[in-house]
């Protein structure tokens, strides 16, 4: 396949891809076919006082001939410069949609999730920590009784049966009772009761 060919092609496919405009883009080559402009002018210019009719109509149909593959290939070179703008511009966009629709297909599947089973695990949630919280109520009142009475024998919390505080530190400050904060939604209650819902 010729480069003039390979450009034509690249130009006239609408399937062309960056790699194949990029590809006849540089196959163009202004700066050579500029210099066998020159060389032609030089060559019919020499012809002019010392060659005959014969010679001199090759010689300048050699330079038109030139001239109009310098022309070809600048005009080339800027629609192909113009369709890879156009490409890149037009990629770009295929993939910012490409991106959207994956985006789009999560969003829905995340939000079919919320609607169908976060409402469910809220209100079996706050189930749970009305339950514990009226438990470790029971074991304080319990345990003040035991205080008074003069016991040491204290019973453990709840939480920290189920999840030990870090060493060393306050085991309250890590309760999932102060920690963990639901926004009432529909007809799931939020937590904690008095100051979300």
Do not use: C
């Amino acid at each position: 396949m010729s480069i003039l060919d390979k450009i034509r092609k690249a130009l006239r496919s609408p399937d062309a891809t960056l790699t194949d405009l990029h590809e006849a883009l540089a196959a163009v080559d202004t700066d050579a076919l500029q210099a066998d402009v020159v060389r032609a002018e030089r060559v019919r210019a020499g012809l002019l006082l010392d060659g005959s009719e014969k010679q001199l109509d090759v010689a300048e149909a050699t330079l038109t001939t030139a001239i109009r593959e310098r022309d070809r290939g600048i005009v080339a070179k800027a629609e192909l410069s113009k369709r890879i703008a156009e490409k890149e511009v037009s990629d770009a966009a295929a993939v910012l949609d490409a991106e959207r629709d994956a985006v789009e297909r999560e969003a829905e599947a995340v939000k079919t999730i919320l609607t169908d089973e976060w409402l469910q695990l809220q209100a079996k949630s706050v189930k749970i920590l009305t339950r514990l919280a009226a438990a470790e109520k029971a074991v304080e009142n319990h345990n003040g009784r035991r205080i008074k009475a003069g016991r040491t024998d204290l019973v453990a919390s709840v939480e920290t049966r189920a999840f030990a505080a870090p060493v060393g530190q306050y085991a309250p400050l890590h309760s999932i009772l102060e920690t963990t904060s639901l926004k009432a939604i529909g007809p799931a209650a939020g937590w904690p009761a008095k100051k979300l819902s």
